[in-house]
């Protein structure tokens, strides 16, 4: 079948292409990728029989929740998969390679955390219009018609993991950018959707249905309008990083991936037509499943251990017959670590969404006391609860601009949203209940707001139940006096004695040293170092010299 007998056919979408041959590529591919994860560390290959169904995701999943730091974790590399009946793959497939941490974020963006925002700013700002080739490497190997179908051909070659072993009913493409066009502009859209294996020839996508959702299902309903049966897709496993980022990126309605992955990239990305749909795929992808959406009727689906950390129980969503499955000769296939936080794909979304937060309450609305928003991870997968951290001394009436800003700038998150001063460690659940617990008056410093939507979780966010928002103030009101821990000195001191002596690794949990909260004098500083230095005695003469008549017992006392 050609690509212009298939519906909403034509080369509109590849508008501002540029022509084959015009420069060489400007950006690194999945494998590149890995050898410079290999170079810094990141990489761990796994060389003995794993099995895909039950033990490739577990495995994974333990540097997550096995109270490894974050710097620790690892992308996973396996290269002898089986899966429950015992068959062996000889594909490999790697879990982590864009997010199991920051750092690993950081080398497939080619920049330091501190400059992805500005990376992606610019990139936004500066497009680059991807560059059409004729030939690629994702098209190596063309399978169609026959070589699809049965076991052991088209999806069912692919060892495509569990990713819930115990709740999920199927093997689950995960790390997937889906492609499709705009019947009406010609534009594409590339998003992040889940995709279970039904057949070799079949599976099912999950688009997000509810409000400010998925760009996929928008395009979805305008086929369905048009009174067409059917939407071309392609799903992309495997893209170069630049182009992976974008799937689970927010971008405005209407703007072209692969034109901000080329800014991210300051070069254009290599793009083909695919071999039997009219849409355009990464020409460096590890693999292409091609195939057609049907607008007419759905299919069950899941469950699924979701992003939102429990499990998606069994609902309709598109099924979609595969046209043809085209990869590289050597392909790789990479797979998310989502479900409950954190995960790979809460990473991938933190990283992105924090800066944004913070460009929105101090450029948009033009807080400039706002010094950091952080998207709580751990089990609320950075929907539920947002910390906007401020400086000491902020008037009030900014802390609550600032707390209504982060809470509604997504329809779907910031249900709770706390403010604190930024000696606070957002990431440090104990801080924030401290600061709770002695800078907030339940009175003054909390309101609930009603009328807010489910958004993203276990409640389905298109049903009639409303949610609320809670805002909170746990920001200081006035000066304290210091955190009653020894100064950071001491306890560094005291932290090199300690691995002197070989004793377990430390994690220092913030905060882990005092500091003054203001209420503090500089007489009190040259008594606590008189102190340290074994002349207490000396303190002692200059209180006696201060002794008063008629004072009742825990009256508070400066010294001039």
Request: net charge neutral.
């Amino acid at each position: 079948m050609k690509s212009n007998d298939l519906p909403g056919a034509g080369a509109s979408h590849a508008a501002g292409a540029r022509p084959a041959g015009e420069g060489k590529r400007g950006y690194a591919d999945l494998h590149e990728h890995l050898e410079e994860l290999k170079k810094h560390g990141l990489l761990l290959e796994i060389s003995r029989a794993v099995d895909k169904d039950s033990e490739l995701h577990p495995l994974v999943r333990w540097q997550f929740v096995g109270g490894m730091a974050e710097a620790e974790r690892k992308a996973f590399l396996f290269t002898n998969i089986v899966d429950g009946r015992g068959r062996k793959y000889d594909i490999p497939v790697v879990v982590g390679a864009i997010a199991a941490n920051r750092a690993i974020y950081s080398v497939g963006m080619g920049a330091p955390l501190e400059k992805i925002q500005a990376k992606w700013d610019y990139a936004i700002a500066h497009p680059v219009a991807p560059r059409e080739v004729r030939s690629a490497p994702c098209h190596d190997v063309v399978n169609t018609g026959d070589a699809l179908v049965g076991e052991g051909k088209g999806l069912d070659r692919l060892p495509i993991p569990i990713s819930t072993p115990g709740f999920d009913s199927a093997p689950t493409l995960t790390a997937t950018n889906v492609i499709t066009v705009d019947p009406e502009t010609g534009v594409q859209n590339m998003g992040t959707y889940r995709a279970a294996l039904k057949s070799s020839d079949r599976l099912v996508v999950r688009m997000a249905t509810r409000v400010g959702g998925a760009g996929g299902y928008v395009h979805y309903q305008k086929y369905q309008k048009l009174g067409r049966k059917s939407m071309p897709c392609a799903i992309v496993l495997g893209c170069p990083p630049y182009v992976a980022f974008m799937g689970p990126q927010k971008l405005p309605v209407g703007i072209d991936e692969f034109t901000v992955a080329g800014g991210l990239a300051g070069a254009p990305i290599n793009v083909v037509k695919a071999k039997t749909v009219d849409l355009f795929v990464p020409a460096e992808s590890e693999i292409v499943i091609e195939g057609l959406i049907d607008t007419e009727y759905c299919e069950p689906e899941a469950p699924f251990g979701e992003s939102h950390g429990h499990v998606a129980l069994e609902e309709f969503n598109m099924p979609m017959r595969v046209t043809a499955i085209t990869h590289r000769r050597n392909p790789v296939i990479p797979s998310y670590i989502s479900q409950v936080a954190p995960s790979e794909s809460s990473i991938i979304k933190r990283v992105a969404y924090e800066p944004l937060f913070l460009s929105h309450l101090r450029e948009g609305l033009g807080i400039r006391g706002v010094r950091k928003v952080s998207l709580h991870e751990p089990l609320t997968g950075l929907l539920r609860v947002t910390v906007v951290s401020v400086e000491k001394g902020m008037p009030r009436t900014e802390v609550w601009r600032a707390l209504r800003g982060a809470a509604f700038f997504k329809g779907d998150m910031g249900k709770i949203t706390i403010a604190v001063n930024d000696d606070i460690d957002p990431d440090n659940s104990d801080a924030i209940l401290w600061a709770m617990a002695y800078r907030m008056n339940p009175v003054e410093d909390v309101q609930a707001l009603p009328h807010r939507g489910q958004g993203h979780g276990p409640k389905r966010e298109h049903g009639n139940e409303e949610d609320s928002t809670l805002l909170i103030d746990a920001t200081m009101k006035g000066d304290m006096p210091p955190l009653a821990l020894p100064k950071q000195e001491y306890m560094e001191r005291a932290m090199k004695i300690w691995e002197e002596l070989g004793l377990p690794k430390l994690r220092p949990q913030s905060p882990w040293f005092g500091y003054s909260l203001g209420d503090w004098l500089p007489q009190w500083d040259e008594a606590a170092l008189r102190a340290v230095q074994g002349r207490y005695a000396e303190n002692g003469r200059i209180s006696e010299t201060q002794k008063k008549k008629g004072v009742k017992p825990e009256t508070k006392f400066r010294p001039e």
